[in-house]
């Protein structure tokens, strides 16, 4: 999600990142956290919101975890992702 959209559909302090995009860079610290401690951990970066559709978002993370050949895994996202991760979950179980 854009900042820009993010910062119009929120209160509070605007937020700003140096690309404008809130996205997989979001997850950075996390993903340093678990993988200092073994885990693999994928923070990918979806469509733009403009430019892609929920379902699309849902694809493409389904496409991650069969091209990866994923088990046992699990789904952290945060506001909009809890509905990506959803339809993962319907789709994945």
């Known amino acids: 999600m854009s900042t820009a959209t993010w910062n119009r559909l929120t209160v509070g302090e605007p937020v700003f990142t140096k690309d404008s995009i809130m996205g997989a860079t979001y997850w950075d610290g996390i993903v340093s956290a678990l993988t200092a401690h073994h885990h693999r951990v994928y923070a990918p970066a979806r ?42 979950a319907a789709r994945m179980p």
């Open 47 to 88: 469509g733009d919101e403009h430019s892609s559709t929920l379902t699309r978002h849902i694809d493409q993370i389904c496409s991650l975890i069969t091209a990866q050949e994923l088990w046992d895994v699990i789904l952290v996202g945060h506001s909009y992702g809890g509905m990506v991760i959803t339809g993962i």
